[in-house]
Nanobody, 128 residues
Framework: QVQLVESGGGLVQAGGSLRLSCAAS????????MGWFRQAPGKEREFVAA????????SYADSVKGRFTISRDNSKNTLYLQMNSLKPEDTAVYYC?????????????????????WGQGTQVSVSS
């Protein structure tokens, strides 16, 4: 089991940057595929980015590709999301999640149903 706590959200102007962090408890963080999802008001939760447990392969939603970077530091049990060139449409609550899904080397789960553990979320607001 793993517990996840996000931090780093806030209010930023369009074009700005934020870095989200997700601190994980437990000794098995390195064995989980990790992902970021977001949910805007009135919308369904959507996939943002994922990173596999080994090797650290990554995948991104088309809407954030080239602007966001997901990374992990297994020595610190921490997941990151560097967000650059932020847009008002990036405004949402951002959630980190952990998945034990195994579907091949470097698998990066993109569906929320593949994730077993979720953080409480952190608000990101981008003003125009």
């Amino acid at each position: 089991q793993v517990q996840l706590v996000e931090s780093g959200g806030g209010l930023v102007q369009a074009g700005g940057s934020l870095r989200l962090s997700c601190a994980a408890s437990g000794r098995t963080f390195s064995t989980y595929n990790m992902g970021w999802f977001r949910q805007a008001p009135g919308k369904e939760r959507e996939f943002v980015a994922a990173i596999s447990w080994t090797p650290s392969r990554t995948s991104y939603a088309d809407s954030v590709k080239g602007r966001f970077t997901i990374s992990r530091d297994n020595s610190k049990n921490t997941l990151y999301l560097q967000m650059n060139s932020l847009k008002p449409e990036d405004t949402a609550v951002y959630y980190c999640a952990a998945s034990s899904a195994r579907a091949g080397i470097g698998y990066t789960p993109r569906y929320s149903s593949e994730y077993s553990y979720w953080g409480q979320g952190t608000q990101v607001s981008v003003s125009s």
